[in-house]
């Protein structure tokens, strides 16, 4: 019973691909997120939803996308990949838009543009 | 705008000996404060957190923080180590937002090994 999942868990592509990546939570939150991790261990929050409302949106690149169908998913599209955008991407869920809530996190996908 | 340091980037112990991990943030007001475990390819895991009340959290895996204004740090300690506590450490702070909404702020991470 995987509580937040991600799929792919490995991603290897070309510079200038469009990519998407898949998350789900089976915990029932309403809040999920996508944090980068870059080489150096680094974890930045990109995006949040709640409810399916983007409420964070940090100084991303207009080339990721985030898509949320409904409360228990939340993608990420990537368009024109750039050598830069090589990180882990995790995906997280929480119950509440509270900080004080913990932040369940994915396995991570490895994303690597050659 | 908050920030968390964490000074030590690779920390290496005994096993069997006692561990602390240093966290240090910026905030002007009371903090949201996390400790996160990441083990090898794997996702972040919550060790503990505090919010108010009895500066000594503890939390799983026998971790415990102290939370201290004055020295505005969160350390993280183990009395014994473990192999298998051999891992990336993260120390976050919650940062308010308008609306009510809210985001972690993540320090850099301390790798922990551990000999054997």
């Known amino acids: 019973d995987t509580a937040v999942s991600q799929t792919p868990k490995y991603l290897v592509t070309q510079m200038g691909n469009d990519k998407s990546i898949k998350c789900e939570q089976n915990?029932?939150?309403?809040?999920m997120y996508w944090y980068k991790q870059d080489s150096k261990k680094f974890l930045k929050i990109m995006f949040s939803y709640n409810n399916k409302e983007l409420i964070i949106n940090e100084t991303v690149p207009n080339r990721f996308s985030p898509k949320s169908p409904d409360k228990a998913h939340l993608n990420l599209h990537i368009n024109s990949l750039e050598l830069g955008d090589s990180a882990v991407y995790f995906c997280?869920?929480?119950?509440?838009?509270?900080?004080?809530?913990?932040?369940?996190f994915g396995p991570g996908t490895r994303l690597t543009v050659l | 705008a908050q920030s968390v340091t964490q000074p030590d980037i690779h920390i290496t112990v005994s096993e069997g000996a006692s561990l602390e991990l240093r966290c240090n943030y910026s905030y002007g007001a009371t903090p949201y404060l996390f400790w996160y475990v990441q083990s090898p390819g794997q996702g972040l895991q919550l060790l503990l957190k505090y919010f108010s009340g009895d500066t000594l959290v503890q939390g799983i895996k026998g971790f415990e923080a102290e939370f201290k204004r004055s020295q505005s740090s969160f350390n993280l300690r183990k009395p014994s180590v473990h192999w298998s506590d051999a891992a990336e450490y993260f120390c976050a702070v919650g940062q308010p937002l308008s609306g009510g909404y809210n985001k972690l702020i993540f320090g850099a991470g301390t790798r922990l090994a551990v000999h054997p």
């Open positions: 915990l029932g939150h309403d809040t």
């Open positions: 997280a869920s929480s119950s509440q838009v509270a900080v004080y809530n913990e932040q369940f």
